[in-house]
Each structure stands twice: as structure tokens, then as C-alpha cells.
């Protein structure tokens, strides 16, 4: 078998208010919420998946909502911003949108021959809106208000911030398996062909850059996708012979991690296809119940008064 990486497949940010995080994934970009957990740690804080129909990795945006959060900094060895992939011709549907609900928007743009509309959540997140050059045919989550010629697909692309590119791209290309495809500017783009789409790693380099500080509006780690374990347990022995440590494999329920930070600082994460969201619940009743780790469910009462009342 060969083990590959099969791009992006999950993004995870910190967020302030739970309430305002839901409604901005949910209400205003319509994304679905297929999972709502704990936080493995911190289990009096939520952690919420929004993705499409089913979670499929490359389309999951997860948050930790920490009430009171104070505001963190984007910077070097941070992924800054996450690209989502929209149809041509969608972006004055989500410029209007985005108007009507008060969201933060900059002009339509253009970097590596693909439109983008940037934008940023309630917490500062830095987001965008991407067309990309080549047909994407997956299955958007539509809602009633946003429909399929216009819904978010899953991601396009993740930016990471350093202050040199050189180290960071070892990893994507000899161990990951990712090729240059462009540069433009002092942003370099990173692609694996495993996928055809959350295909895309680029890099900022940015020699004078301070390093960010991770807190509220700002991402965590990035996850990389693998089909199972053998795989995953494959790049584990391949990231210690190049001398970093790398986590043992941890159960997340819903997917197995190991987790490591590269040589520019940025927290990866190599994250399993397996077991999926559907382990705990149907598909169609996916995100509606409180689930929790095992370990926590015997304390579920105390729990649910802890965390913050969610209004779906």
C-alpha cells in the first residue's frame, strides 16, 4: 500500500462567544454544524465541527469557544488565513451577504489566477472566499437562504505565516509529498495531487514578521488527512527520523491524531479518514445532541450546567 497525504482535513481556530461562533457558521455562511462536543481538555468549553453534509475531511472548520477569550495576534508560525472554495460568480451574492449582516469585507482580489473575496469572523478570523482554476464538484451543505450555485464547498487553501519558507516547505515536499506550483510575490504555493481539492498549502514569507499569539481569531493547528492508522503511523516514523518529536496516536472519537509542530512553528496535525462522525450519531441527526468523550459522559449533568445554553 502506498501511504500518501490526502490534503487539508481539518482547521482548527479559537473563537470567544459560542452563541455568535454558531450563528456566523450556521445562519450566515451556511455551513452545517456536524459535530457539537467538548473540548478533550477543558470539557466545561464547547468544541464545535462545521463542514458540509457529513464532515468530510477538507470541510471541517473546528472551534473552541472559550467565553472571555482575550484577543490574539496573527504572526509568524501561525496558519493566518483559510480559504474556502465558493462557484464562479457567487462572490457579489456573498458581498451583498456580507453587507446585510454586517460582516467585515475587503475588495475582490486576484492571487495565483483565482478571484477571492476576503473576509473575517465576529472573533477577527481571517477567511476568504476563493473561485478556484479548476472545477470543483463537491456537494455543498445548502441552506434556505443559500443555495448550490452559491454554497461553500469545503476548503479551498490554508496560509501559513514564517519568516522563511525553507524549512516549512522540507516537510511538504519530502515528507508530505507536496510540490511547488507557483510563486507570486513573497507567497509560495504548496499543492498535492492526491486530492483535487483542500489540495493547497501556501506560504507568506515574511522575513521581519513578529511571531502571532495564539487566542481568540486566530487558528490552532492544521490537520492533514490520511485514509487510517498505518498510514498515519507511517508518518510518524518519517517525521522522528527527521528529528522532531511527534505525539503518540490519540483517540479524538471521530478521527485518530497525532500532532507535532514543524520547524517554522505551526502546529500540524496528521488526522485520520476513520471512524467519522457518523459513529455517534445518524447522518441526518448529525450536530444536534451534545456528544461527549466517554471519559466525561458519567459526568454529563454537571457538564451541561457548565457549558454555555446553545440556541440552534
Known amino acids: 500500500m502506498e ?14 462567544n459560542a452563541q455568535r461562533n454558531y450563528d456566523f457558521y450556521t445562519k450566515i455562511l451556511g455551513l452545517r454544524m456536524v459535530k457539537k462536543t467538548v473540548n478533550f481538555d477543558d470539557p466545561k468549553t464547547y468544541h464545535f465541527y462545521f463542514g458540509d453534509e457529513s464532515g468530510t475531511p477538507g ?5 473552541f469557544p472559550w467565553e472571555g477569550v482575550k ?35 475587503g475588495k475582490t482580489r486576484e492571487q495565483f489566477g483565482e478571484e477571492y473575496l476576503a473576509f473575517r469572523d465576529p472573533d477577527g478570523l481571517n477567511l476568504k472566499l476563493v473561485v478556484p482554476k479548476h472545477s470543483d464538484d463537491r456537494q455543498a451543505w445548502q441552506t434556505d437562504e443559500i443555495n448550490s450555485d452559491v454554497a461553500i464547498k469545503g476548503f479551498h487553501n490554508v496560509t501559513l505565516t514564517l519568516n522563511n519558507v525553507g524549512p516549512t516547505a522540507g516537510i511538504l515536499t519530502d515528507i508530505f509529498g507536496y510540490e511547488l506550483e507557483e510563486k507570486e510575490d513573497d507567497f509560495y504555493r504548496y499543492k498535492t495531487n492526491t486530492v483535487e481539492n483542500a489540495a493547497i498549502v501556501d506560504i507568506h514569507q515574511d522575513p521581519t514578521a513578529e511571531r502571532g499569539i495564539n487566542a481568540g481569531g486566530t487558528n490552532h493547528h492544521i490537520a492533514f488527512r490520511v485514509k487510517n492508522e498505518e498510514t498515519q503511523m507511517y508518518f510518524r516514523d518519517k517525521i522522528r527520523e527527521k528529528g522532531l518529536q511527534i505525539t503518540e496516536k490519540i483517540d479524538r472519537d471521530y478521527f485518530f491524531s497525532l500532532y507535532f509542530r514543524e520547524p517554522g512553528g505551526v502546529l500540524f496535525e496528521i488526522a485520520t479518514d476513520n471512524p467519522g462522525f457518523t459513529r455517534d450519531e445518524s447522518l441526518e441527526e448529525l450536530g444536534s445532541a451534545l456528544k461527549l468523550p466517554s471519559q466525561y459522559e458519567g459526568s454529563r449533568d454537571r457538564i451541561e450546567k457548565l457549558l454555555p445554553e446553545l440556541k440552534h
Not at 501511504?3 to 470567544?16: N, S
Not at 470541510?59 to 472551534?63: D, E, G, Q, V
Not at 501561525?78 to 458581498?95: Q, R
Open 59 to 63: 470541510s471541517i472548520l473546528t472551534f
Open 3 to 16: 501511504h500518501k497525504i490526502l490534503g487539508l482535513h481539518h482547521i482548527t481556530a479559537i473563537a470567544g
Open 71 to 105: 484577543k490574539g495576534k496573527n504572526g509568524v508560525g501561525m496558519a493566518t488565513e483559510i480559504g474556502y472554495s465558493v462557484p464562479a460568480g457567487s462572490l457579489d451574492f456573498w458581498k451583498e451577504r456580507f453587507e446585510k449582516h454586517g460582516v467585515e469585507y
